[in-house]
C-alpha cells in the first residue's frame, strides 16, 4: 500500500464523516419540522426513531413523510454502499 492510498483512504473516510453527519442533521431538522416521536424514556435509544422505525410502525405518516423517508433511507443506503464498495476493492 503507497502513501498516496493511505490519503485516499483518510480523505475517503473523512468524506464519509461529513456526508453522515449532514445527512443525520437533516433528518433531525426533519424530524423536528414533522414532530415525530422520540424514543421511549426507558428505552436504551435516545433521540428520534430511525427512518426505518417511522416507516414500519403503527405511527401515521402523511404520504409526503412515506415518501420523504423512502427518499432519505435511499440516500443513506447509497452512502453506505459507496463507502463499503470503495473499501473493498483493495480486498
Same mark, same amino acid.
Given at each position: 500500500? =503507497? *502513501?498516496?492510498?493511505?490519503? =485516499?483512504?483518510?480523505? =475517503?473516510?473523512? /468524506? ?5 453527519? $449532514? ?25 428520534? *426513531? ?7 410502525? #403503527?405511527?401515521?405518516? =402523511? ?5 420523504? /423517508?423512502? #427518499? $432519505?433511507?435511499? /440516500? ?16
Amino acid at each position: 500500500m =503507497t *502513501l498516496s492510498s493511505h490519503k =485516499t483512504d483518510l480523505c =475517503t473516510l473523512i /468524506l464519509f464523516k461529513i456526508m453522515h453527519d $449532514y445527512l443525520q442533521e437533516i433528518y433531525f431538522d426533519w424530524c423536528i419540522k414533522n414532530d415525530m416521536p422520540k424514543h421511549s424514556e426507558g428505552s436504551p435509544f435516545k433521540g428520534y *426513531l430511525s427512518a426505518d422505525d417511522l416507516m414500519h410502525s #403503527n405511527y401515521q405518516l =402523511t404520504k409526503t413523510q412515506k415518501d420523504w /423517508l423512502k #427518499n $432519505y433511507s435511499r /440516500l443513506w443506503m447509497l452512502m453506505e454502499a459507496n463507502v463499503i464498495g470503495f473499501n473493498s476493492k483493495e480486498v
